[in-house]
């Protein structure tokens, strides 16, 4: 067996026990972080959080298949070693997640919050706290979003210690929350909501400082193909 082969079969186990100690720990700490935040904001506001954030959370199951798409093309050029058409492509898939972000916003904010206040059974005394989760889960949603190019990128280069310490930052900073919102000075689900987005900012950052630190094409300027 040759050296590159088995530094190719150890970086493969390496990636494999990562990733499953990230999906573990997620899936535990998910668990509890469910039960606390139940606790803490009661059956309704809880109800009410998962339903208006489930308007926006509908739109999510793309962000799997643009971060399998634009991880297909960068490691295709990786395997090229072409960096200028590395940048060209990380820099439009960036675009085009601004370009598909703005669209969705425009369509939750007409439509989606006119479904919420006219179509949607919640007591008129928490309408206003539901408008406002909406509001922030559009920021939150928005902000993963133009994150996919970034965890593509991560992906195409195998970087997965990065990708599964950054989820475990995200899913700790969950938990920071649940335990949170118990002291929150707010109301309590608003506060919610509102550190939620920051968490989603904090993670954008991290992804997008690991990505420009490490991988050269990973400086977006515009460029559209």
């Known amino acids: 067996m040759s050296n590159q082969t088995s530094d190719n079969n150890k970086r493969i186990a390496k990636n494999t026990l990562l990733l499953y100690f990230r999906m573990l720990f997620m899936m535990v700490v998910s668990l509890y972080t469910s039960r ?14 998962n339903v208006v954030g489930g308007v ?7 962000s799997g298949s643009l971060s399998a798409a634009i991880s297909r093309f960068i490691t295709y ?4 070693g072409d960096q200028s058409k590395l940048n060209r492509i990380f820099s ?7 370009l598909l972000s703005l669209i969705i916003v425009v369509l939750i904010e007409s439509v989606g919050v006119w479904f919420l206040n ?3 059974t919640i007591p008129m005394e928490r309408m206003t706290a539901a408008n406002w989760v909406l509001q922030f889960s559009i920021i939150t949603f928005v902000i993963n979003l133009i994150s996919v190019p970034y965890n593509a ?4 280069h195998e970087k997965m210690s990065a990708f ?56 977006y300027h515009f460029h559209w193909d």
């Open 164 to 219: 599964a310490y950054i989820s475990i930052l995200e899913s700790v900073g969950k938990l920071a929350i649940a335990f949170l919102i118990m002291w929150s000075p707010i109301d309590k689900l608003i506060f919610y909501a509102v550190l939620m987005c920051l968490v989603a900012i904090m993670v954008r950052f991290a992804y997008g400082h690991y990505c420009t630190k490490h991988f050269a094409e990973c400086n």
């Open 118 to 120: 006219t179509k949607m």
């Open 77 to 80: 050029e990786l395997g090229k």
């Open 56 to 62: 926006v959370a509908m739109f999510t199951v793309i």
């Open 92 to 98: 439009a898939s960036v675009t085009i997640q601004l």
């Open 153 to 156: 990128a991560i992906i195409a």
């Open 36 to 49: 606390v935040i139940l606790n803490a904001l009661g059956v309704e506001d809880f109800g009410i959080y």
